[in-house]
């Protein structure tokens, strides 16, 4: 910046172009001093914002060059990253595949193993299925024709056992084992129709002193499937209670082939709650309900014969009939208890062999109430029964006398 030259008392100044001096007043100098000042500054101020913009240019192109340096540093590294990435990637693409292969190929011989497991266990389902299909098959064929053979037997059976030839099937099976089971017993037709009605069949077994102790009423009743109106058992037990009372027969029968769907009917049913010592049967227990009842009757004979003997010899038998039905109602009600768990047990055989236990205890129960029922008989005697008699007492008296005089 040039300095203005100092103000004099003359304000005498010099023209710059043509060397003339002139004079100016004070303020005329002040003014141009001040012209020339701002002239100054102005152009020192547009030097110094050139220089600034030189610099700032100058800066700027530094900075640009260095940013542009450091960008492309920068670039050149992040290139090396990147292919170092690209380099990693390749590597983990390849064992990634590799690893894809081995388990692709693990899973493909996993796959072939499985379907080969499957084809097998296929194969041998199939032929299972075939087996088990033939055994089905084979076994429905035998149910079939076993139940051909039992509806041609239960028709030929519903023909055979119908009326007459029930009886007959009866007697004839009674026959077959008359000589081994039952020597001295009779069985036979109930041909007396004085009392207006008879039975069919009646039995009676004897001691070997000829004393009857067991007799049965037996009525035998079948009808075919094809009759329009169907009988019940419970038709027939007023008629056979009556049979049995007029023909003086301990026990009543029904040997029977109706309602053969009955639960309540399958095997040996005791009725006695509706009418006194009266049994319904099918016919395979015919002979059963003989033994059964011949069985327990044969624990009273010694009874019966010296009832006989004591009838023979016309003694007073008011009180020892009494007691005897004493003892053949208490023996009742054990004959009862047996027989129920005899039924019980002919129930449960025929129903589930599974539940043979419970059989086996039925038959036990049946055994002790038959024990306690014989040791009640064993224990009877006639001295016992005439107790408090003195009738029987004398004429036993006088029997004893006799025997003590008898020269034997």
Known sequence: MTHATPITALNEIKCPHCGTPFTIDKAQYADIVQQVRSTEFEHELHARLAAADKTKES???????KEAQQAQKASAAKDTEIQHLKSELKSAATAQELAVAKAVSAAEKSLEKAK???ALQSAEQKVKDAALKESHTRELALKDELIDRYKDMKAKLSVKLLGETLEQHCETEFNRMRSLAFPNATFGKD?????????????????DDEV??????FEMKNESDATATKKKNSDFFAKLDKDRNDKGCEYAVLVSMLEEDSDLYAGITDVSHEYPKMFVVR??????????LRNAAQDTIAVKDELEQVKKQNIDITDFESEL???????????????????????????????????KDNLLGSE???????????????????????TMAAKFAELGAAHENDPE
């Open 59 to 65: 800066e700027i192109a530094l900075a640009v060059a």
């Open 116 to 118: 080969n497991t499957l």
């Open 191 to 207: 041909n007396d129709a004085s009392a207006g009605t008879k039975g069919d069949y009646v039995f009676r077994d004897f001691s």
């Open 212 to 217: 009857e102790y067991v007799s049965i009423m």
């Open 283 to 292: 016919p395979q227990f015919f002979l059963a309900i003989i033994a059964l």
């Open 325 to 359: 039905e004493g003892f053949k109602s208490a023996f009742g009600r054990n004959y009862q208890l047996a027989k129920g768990k005899f039924d019980s047990a002919i129930k449960e055989i025929d129903n589930a062999i599974a539940r043979l236990q419970k059989v």
């Open 368 to 390: 002790n109430n038959l024990r306690l029922a014989n040791d009640k008989a064993t224990a009877l005697t006639v001295k016992k029964l005439t107790r408090g008699n003195p």
